[in-house]
């Protein structure tokens, strides 16, 4: 796992005057450099526009300045950044990159560990991957890791395309997949309260849980990314990635020990359990919608399909809602509800785990109504765990009320925040695999995907717009609930009436 807690590396970073970089990664090294846990460390950024070194170091300064909104040493931090203008199809600017790598390598004493981190968009990874190995960059005395960015192909036979490209230049070991959500806090503090804790393990299985709800709802619509979401839509978007990972976490077996192979293995296994869907099922599992215009904060915005870039009569969903069953002994009966969806009325990634009703109402009053027992896993923008529980409510009477138990961590912000990508960032250079995903995990994700989008790409959904921006999502996907009797836990406020 852990390889070394200061680790020395020179990284490379493919896109470096693009979004990615400047919003996350910029940021993310500048806060390891400020903790001490990078020092002897050097970067490339690398990518088509022409810059001089200085150019280079002034756009880190800044967007370190706005996105961490620090200056603690600042100019010493920059001085660690250098840049090379290239085109990645261009094999003689590979030849220049080995060079520089050379030099830094010997100037930063970086024990030719290296990092090339692909910002850059997807149809560019395989190529790079391959002239990075060819024109011998990845001939070095350290380590060579290939950090990769989102999407990991479209489908299973595209991301097996992607992988067979990298695996001529990487072992799987040596590629770090990134998933933002598993670099979050609470997405990792996920297998500590299972594992760490006698009071949820011994319930977790479906003799003591009745369902589990992940729910990952954003405000934002497609912004400027309408030509992406429109060949992907929030099925490939984040029910392929984040969402699978989050159930993988909540249903795997306890690894046998907590190392990156064992829990990997969990996990695969997990996914292998899903129930696979015949085709002419999917739509009972399976529900989607697509926001039309609406209003949120006061603000009017527009409906999906008036989007730039995006077809005026588009087939494509931005809300997902879906039943998930995991066909093993420990899941046997027991729905994961997962939904996504941009426009919608909070930003909010909240796992609700709903124990089974107890099996007398209490003392026999059939007029007391007794609310389940919630453990809710709050990922973002609020950190946290929240218990449920019924207690007496104070005074004479016997009656009950629903007690709350809260830990808040930290708050952080509302975005995808840079500390996930710190601590990814770290993990890729020290060499602790654990929170990246396995090709294994990625080609069981997209087989299930696959499954799915392959029924919707053929049916256009005449109800699309099905809900109005600023809302809960379409009518479907409380259908989808009710047909088990169950409801969404609003993911705003627990304290109100189911949604
Ligand atoms: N932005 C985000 O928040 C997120 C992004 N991602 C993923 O990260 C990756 C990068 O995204 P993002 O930063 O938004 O993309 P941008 O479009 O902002 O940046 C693209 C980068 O690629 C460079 N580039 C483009 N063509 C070439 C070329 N032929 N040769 C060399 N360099 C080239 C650009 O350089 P130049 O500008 O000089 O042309 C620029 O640095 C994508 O895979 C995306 O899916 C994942 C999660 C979130
Ligand atoms: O990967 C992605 O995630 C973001 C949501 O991330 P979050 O950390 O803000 O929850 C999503 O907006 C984007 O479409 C998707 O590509």
Request: net charge negative; hydrophobic share 35%; with cysteine.
């Amino acid at each position: 796992m852990s390889e070394k807690q200061t680790p020395t590396a020179l990284l490379m970073i493919f896109g470096a005057t693009g979004d990615l970089a400047k919003r996350k990664l910029f940021p993310s090294i500048y806060r390891l450099f400020k903790k001490g846990k990078i020092s002897n460390f050097a970067v490339v950024g690398v990518a088509r526009r022409s810059l001089t070194n200085e150019e280079f170091q002034q756009n880190v300064k800044d967007s370190v300045l706005t996105f961490a909104k620090e200056s603690e040493n600042i100019d010493e931090f920059i001085s660690h950044f250098y840049y090379h203008s290239h085109d990645v199809a261009n094999s003689t600017s590979y030849k220049e990159l080995k060079e520089i790598a050379e030099n830094l390598d010997h100037q930063y004493e970086l024990d030719g560990n290296r990092v090339f981190y692909l910002a850059m968009a997807p149809e560019f990874f395989g190529t790079i991957a391959e002239h990075i190995k060819s024109e011998g960059l990845t001939e070095t005395k350290g380590y060579k890791r290939l950090v990769i960015e989102k999407p990991f192909g479209h489908s299973f036979d595209s991301a097996q395309e992607l992988n067979d490209q990298l695996r001529t230049a990487f072992s799987e070991d040596e590629i770090y997949r990134i998933d933002h959500y598993l670099g979050k806090e609470m997405v990792q503090n996920i297998e500590v309260i299972r594992f760490a804790n006698a009071i949820f393990e011994p319930l977790w299985n479906s003799r003591y849980i009745s369902n589990i709800q992940v729910t990952s709802s954003e405000v934002l619509g497609v912004e400027e990314r309408g030509r992406y979401y429109e060949t992907s839509g929030a099925l490939r978007d984040m029910v392929q990635n984040h969402m699978l990972q989050m159930v993988a976490l909540l249903a795997m077996e306890p690894p046998i020990r907590l190392n990156t192979e064992e829990i990997r293995s969990e996990k695969v296994r997990a996914l292998r359990s899903l129930r696979w869907m015949k085709k002419d099922e999917v739509n009972q599992y399976f529900v989607r919608g697509q926001y039309g215009k609406g209003t949120i904060q006061g603000q009017e915005v527009p409906a999906y399909r008036e989007e730039a870039m995006v077809d005026p009569e588009s087939n494509t969903e931005t809300f997902v809602a879906g039943k998930l069953m995991i066909d093993n002994f420990r899941w046997a009966g027991v729905p994961f509800y997962i939904r996504t969806g941009k426009r919608m009325d909070t930003k909010s990634t909240k796992i609700v785990v709903q124990f089974k009703d107890i099996p007398m109402n209490l003392y026999y009053k059939s007029e007391e109504h007794l609310n389940p027992n919630l453990l809710v896993i709050h990922i973002q923008p609020e950190e946290g765990i929240t218990l449920m529980l019924n207690a007496k409510k104070t005074g004479t009477s016997m009656k009950t009320t629903t007690v709350k138990l809260d830990f808040a961590n930290k708050s952080v912000d509302t975005m995808n925040t840079p500390e996930a990508y710190e601590k990814l960032l770290y993990d890729s250079m020290r060499g602790d695999a654990t929170n990246f995903t396995h090709w294994d995990e990625v080609a069981l994700s997209w087989k299930f995907v696959d499954n799915i989008s392959e029924v919707w790409e053929k049916e256009t959904d005449p109800t699309f717009p099905n809900y109005a921006s600023g809302t809960t999502g379409p009518d479907c996907a409380d259908e989808l609930l009710a047909k088990d009797g169950n409801f969404w836990w609003p993911v705003d406020n627990l304290d109100i009436d189911p949604c």
